[in-house]
């Protein structure tokens, strides 16, 4: 399987989509050089990364905690990705040519019966989710 595409969405409106191609993709920042300086920093690449993670199982709290202090929640964040909303879906594909065999996996960050997680389209328990992945 290959990653196709990571979307995010903000009450219910696609806020950001990430389109991946088979081999090598890249997050490149695009901001402009300011006083010669190069930056790289800030521009989402761990981010990425954790919100793949957490649509393919994890609880997500390596989102708003830091792997320096993993006791030290990041509470505003928390709270504004509950307050907003948020959806990851990542989609997965066996063939970039074609939309058949294709996985599609959107979880939010609530929790309870309002939280979200399909796996194409049916609500699964967070229990059955590995058996199915």
């Known amino acids: 399987?290959?990653?196709?595409?990571?979307?995010?969405?903000?009450?219910?409106?696609?806020?950001?989509?990430?389109?991946?191609?088979?081999?090598?993709?890249?997050?490149?920042?695009?901001?402009?050089?300011?006083?010669?300086?190069?930056?790289?920093?800030?521009?989402?690449k761990t981010t990425v990364l954790r919100l793949i993670d957490y649509c393919l199982g994890s609880n997500g709290k390596n989102i708003y905690t830091?792997?320096?202090?993993?006791?030290?929640?990041?509470?505003?964040l928390k709270e504004y990705l509950e307050k907003n909303n948020f959806e990851i879906e990542l989609i997965l594909t066996e063939n970039f040519n074609s939309d058949r065999n294709q996985i599609v996996i959107k979880r939010n960050f609530l929790k309870g019966n309002q939280e979200v997680l399909l796996f194409n389209g049916k609500k699964i328990?967070?229990?059955d989710f590995s058996n199915l992945l």
């Open 125 to 127: 328990k967070y229990s």
């Open 1 to 44: 399987m290959y990653l196709k595409s990571l979307n995010i969405y903000k009450n219910s409106l696609i806020l950001r989509e990430i389109t991946f191609h088979k081999g090598i993709n890249f997050i490149v920042d695009k901001t402009p050089l300011k006083e010669n300086k190069e930056s790289g920093n800030d521009v989402g």
């Open 66 to 76: 830091d792997s320096e202090f993993p006791d030290k929640i990041n509470l505003k």
